[in-house]
């Protein structure tokens, strides 16, 4: 997976606007832990796995030499594709501002490391950025994939609790940290698979998100059949079903596609304001990683595409009232070398 070049995170920009002094005289504060001290796993698809659930969450920023709380949130991070992924929808305020965002992260065994990929919206449109990182002792460390410019730090996990900071560099080698988050736990436990989250309509508020409404017409439960083409030429048919949800006050969309023979396909669909154009970050049970799509619209029909070492993979939903086709596949050489088309109704 080729990461250079990738946009720096929002919210880089958005600490911009809050802040950032200090210096590393300053203890950081560490919350008191609750529960039981977690050890990270030594398998590295599931390090991530004691972030799962919903919490409460306490920002603080460091200004003028002290700490101050600068905000609250909710913080929901829910597993994908049978654990293969990890969503995260986080709503709250920063500086009596709203906040919102989500972020998809998976491992990637081919770097060995987790990509995170993010969008965040403070007041302003939002973009798309990537963080990328690993397992340090018991603490989890993120950077940008071009930089030492920043570091996101998961540290302090206990079965209730953890903490998030970020820090950056000093001229002497050292890092300042300028802000933190600590999360709890909220009782009681949520269930971790989003797939099996209820369908959630954009609420009014949302209006203020115009490029994100443009896909309402996807939301809903939808069934069918479905027929994939795979590389080796053979041909498999089954069942189809299709859950399609707002997420974050209408922020973006979540997208559940599961086959009749087992192939889940989750995408979370957000617009990156900086560059006017729709993303889609992809995962699925068949594959490990996350793959960054951008697409468009035309009419009611989206389509996003990427290039892979594979070839360019499409996808696209074509949707006429009640009935879509959502498409899968892979172009190589001008030729399509596989191929998932499903064929839905909205379900009553």
Known sequence: MDLQGFARPMLLSIIMMVGCAGNGAVPVPEMPSQG???PLPDDPHRQFDFWLGE??????????????????????????????????QWNGELRGDPLIGFSLRAY???????????????????????????????????FPPDSNTSRYTFSLVHEDSCQWNQAHPTEDGGWTTDWVMQFTRRQPPLAVDASNAPIRQPP?????????????????????????????GSEQQGAAQARV??????????????????????????????????????????SDGILRLVGEIADRTVTFSADTPEGEVVERWSCDGDRCRWVRSVH?????????????????
Do not use: C
């Open 36 to 38: 039981a001290a977690i």
């Open 55 to 88: 919490w409460d969450v306490q920002n603080k920023h460091l200004r003028e030499g002290d700490w101050n709380d600068s905000g609250t949130a909710v913080a929901l991070i829910q597993a994908v594709v049978d654990g293969g992924a990890v969503l995260e």
């Open 108 to 142: 990637d065994p081919e770097l060995g490391k987790w990509p995170v990929y993010l969008n965040w919206h403070g007041g302003r449109p939002g973009g798309f950025g990537l963080m990328i990182g690993s397992r340090n002792g018991e603490s989890m460390e993120l």
């Open 204 to 232: 009014d508020s949302a209006a203020g998100f115009a490029q994100t409404r443009q896909l309402d017409f996807l939301i809903g439960a939808w069934s069918g059949t479905a027929t994939e083409l795979a590389a080796d």
């Open 245 to 286: 949800s707002s997420m974050i006050e209408g922020f973006g969309l979540l997208q559940f596609v599961d086959l009749g023979w087992g192939a889940k396909y989750f995408a979370a669909l957000g617009h990156d304001g900086g560059a006017e154009a729709w993303v889609a970050l992809s995962a699925d049970n068949r």
């Open 332 to 348: 190589l050489d001008g030729r399509i070398v596989a191929r998932v088309t499903a064929d839905l109704e909205r379900d009553e």
